[in-house]
């Protein structure tokens, strides 16, 4: 069967192919002229439309279109405001590959349809508010705010982007972003603080509130307590929060002071806070500043070292005690353990409760080093009683249960004291458990800690800090490192007189005995 069709587009003369309804370009309704007489009735009446040069009523309305009028389509549904334009004339037919062209008065917003051009013909007035560059508007190219996007339209009111000098309207091409600080930069400058805050360790640039956190990028501020190191001329220590815990409950003092004879004395004090306990970190801290204090206070005078180190952990105890709750019996008082040194007159001075150590290492590592203190705990009461080996002990689950501590509700306390007088020159070092469980014998702690540390003990103390912390760091680490340098009648003497007592050999404890609770 054969039938009439149109070759192009009534609206625009663009061709058109068999089948069409609509014009491809300006989505023009098409419809085909009455086919020719047939002396056959069909059972579904074919419909029936009138000349092309005479437009009249469509068979039926398209899919998302109404009826064929005036030569112009409507949208179905349509809000009230679209009319029909006016009716335009055919325009005459182009050669191949024509311009379109759309009628002259298009709908507003007509351009963005299924089907249309997508962009209004040339020469077509623009609408209100439809011009290029509206009042207030960016140039093309130009990015929207945060708000401009959020809303899909530029805000009401001036914008300050785009006043500058670089034309009426138009932001200059260098400042193409936002003139607010947070969009100046992809991570904008912070205003200075007045006051001089802190900055941040992170973004080197905001300032850190009061809460702790950098009001540019939120960056949670280390403590002052998760890293700290401290040097004097003759003694140095460091403690580091470690890799697991969330806290420093570790702390230190270190200091140095004249005995009555102009001689100096160094005093080096570590405490390791009870993490069981409440406020660990607290009890360390106040232990440890009292007990240096009380050191402090007792040397000058003349008091003996070792009398001295006993009534500093005295103090530190009481300083303990006060932290606790005032309530009778209260249970999980703070805590910590204590390991203290002094250097003073060619003797060493240990004091220590708990299962914080000290170490001898000598300068020359050929000379045998030494632990100088035991541990108040689980696994060497087992091995001072017999029960186990020390190797078994340390590795039950049970060996670090301390069995002495300062605070309330410790035990009898018992505080430990000792001297000794080295024949050669070395180093002490005062150190947690969070060190010495990855050195824990004299030999491998004297294999960590470097060869020059009676000269260098802060780079001594850092590198023993960061051998803990490669091995996993699941404590808190603290150790002081002090020199200690021999005096030349220590290392040659008078022999003995037949029956008199030996004078302690290299590296020997004195035996002293060891002053009762008071």
């Not at 815990?245 to 005995?259: K, Q, Y």
Request: charged share 20%; net charge negative; with cysteine.
């Amino acid at each position: 069967m054969s039938m009439h069709r149109l070759s192009g587009c009534p609206s625009c003369a663009e061709p058109l192919e068999e089948g069409d309804r609509f014009c491809g370009v300006c989505g023009y309704a098409v419809t085909a002229p009455p086919p020719a007489a047939s002396a056959d009735h069909p059972t579904i009446p074919l419909p029936t439309a009138p000349p092309v040069a005479a437009a009249g009523p469509a068979p039926g309305p398209a899919p998302g279109w109404g009826s064929v009028a005036a030569a112009a389509p409507t949208l179905v549904d349509g809000p009230a405001d679209w009319t029909a334009p006016a009716p335009e004339p055919e325009p005459e037919p182009r050669p191949a590959a024509p311009v379109p062209a759309v009628p002259a008065a298009a709908p507003a917003g007509r351009y963005d349809l299924p089907g249309g051009a997508g962009t209004p013909p040339e020469g077509t007035p623009w609408g209100a508010g439809e011009g290029p560059h509206p009042a207030g508007t960016p140039s093309q190219g130009t990015p929207w705010s945060s708000a401009e996007h959020a809303h899909g339209a530029a805000p009401d009111g001036p914008q300050a982007r785009y006043d500058t000098p670089g034309g009426a309207g138009t932001p200059p091409e260098e400042n193409p972003r936002d003139a607010g600080p947070e969009h100046e930069t992809p991570y904008g400058t912070p205003p200075a603080q007045a006051d001089g805050g802190k900055t941040c360790v992170a973004c080197r640039s905001g300032y850190v509130d009061t809460d702790g956190y950098c009001e540019h990028c939120g960056h949670a501020q280390p403590r002052e307590r998760d890293h700290l190191e401290e040097e004097l001329g003759s003694v140095a220590a460091v403690s580091d929060r470690g890799l697991r815990h969330h806290r420093n409950e570790d702390s230190f003092a270190v200091a140095a002071t004249a005995l009555p004879d102009g001689s100096a004395a160094t005093v080096a004090i570590v405490c390791d806070g009870v993490s069981s306990a409440s406020r660990p970190d607290e009890a360390s801290a106040a232990a440890a500043a009292a007990a240096n204090e009380a050191l402090l206070d007792a040397l000058p005078r003349g008091a003996h070292p070792q009398e001295a180190m006993h009534d500093a952990i005295l103090a530190a105890a009481a300083a303990v005690n006060a932290l606790a709750p005032q309530s009778p019996g209260a249970q999980n008082a703070p805590a910590c353990t204590l390991v203290g040194a002094v250097v003073s007159g060619g003797l060493l001075t240990i004091g220590w409760v708990g299962d914080s150590r000290a170490y001898w290492v000598p300068d020359d590592r050929a000379a045998l080093p030494r632990r100088l203190t035991e541990d108040d705990s689980w696994a060497a009461q087992m091995v001072a009683a017999g029960l186990m080996g020390e190797a078994e002990a340390y590795a039950d689950v049970r060996a670090h249960a301390i069995t002495g501590w300062l605070g309330a509700d410790a035990y009898e306390l018992e505080p430990h004291t000792a001297i000794f007088k080295p024949d050669h020159p070395g180093v002490v070092v005062v150190c947690t458990d969070g060190l010495w469980n990855y050195a824990e014998s004299a030999r491998e702690m004297a294999q960590v800690l470097p060869a020059d540390a009676a000269v260098r003990p802060l780079h001594s103390a850092q590198v023993l800090v960061g051998h803990a912390l490669d091995g996993g760091g699941h404590d808190n680490v603290t150790v002081a490192v002090v020199p200690f340098a021999a005096e030349p009648s220590a290392q040659s003497g008078p022999e003995p007189e037949p029956g008199a007592e030996p004078e302690p050999g290299p590296g020997t404890r004195a035996e002293p005995e060891v002053r009762p609770q008071a």
